[in-house]
């Protein structure tokens, strides 16, 4: 019988594997902790107690996963519970613009979807309080969720009235500064 997981929940797209505990009855070094019909690594700790790693690739997706103990012969199996895979925060900002620099020293531009606000980041700079930029390029910016460690990719932005991203002209020599 198996009676509680922990933890209960995760964020998809966690980057590294977790231990699952799995609590319950009557477990046997023997037994296994299933992940949707998936036989996990399984270590037994005692008669009440199994430890099993989840690997980052079973939870990608947001969704419910079935987690049950059962023997290798899949003749002793127990009840399943169900282990929630959640979404991962979402940064709540645009990636709208580009400053470069020389030497890399690249500064993005990118709109809060909330208030419409703009803010100037550099790679290294804290965003919305549980972000923090990565890189910088022309297609993306790359944020990392600081407590969670998922990144976040942040494509270009078009404009708002054309099918393509907005990019300056180009300048030519003859053109004035």
Do not use: W
Not at 93 to 120: H, S
Not at 138 to 166: C, M, P, R, W
Request: charge should be positive; hydrophobic fraction near 35%; aromatic fraction near 8%.
């Amino acid at each position: 019988m198996v009676s509680s997981l922990s933890p209960q929940t995760v964020y998809a797209g966690t980057p590294a594997d977790f231990n699952l505990q799995v609590s319950g009855d009557k477990f046997t070094p023997a037994v296994h902790v299933m992940l949707d019909g998936r036989d996990l690594p399984t270590r037994f700790i005692n008669a009440q107690q199994l430890f099993a790693t989840v690997s980052q690739t079973l939870i990608k997706n947001a969704g419910v996963r079935q987690v049950m103990a059962r023997s290798p012969d899949g003749k002793l199996y127990s009840n399943t519970l169900t282990l929630n895979i959640s979404p991962a925060p979402q940064p709540n900002y645009a990636y709208v613009g580009i400053i470069g620099k020389p030497r890399f020293n690249d500064t993005a531009l990118l709109q809060d979807k909330g208030n419409k606000e703009f803010i100037r980041v550099t790679r290294g700079d804290p965003v919305g309080g549980s972000f923090k930029v990565v890189s910088i390029s022309e297609k993306e910016v790359v944020l990392i969720d600081t407590k969670l460690k998922i990144q976040h990719h942040l494509a270009f932005t078009a404009d708002q009235n054309s099918n393509s991203g907005y990019r300056p002209p180009a300048r030519s020599v003859d053109d004035e500064p």
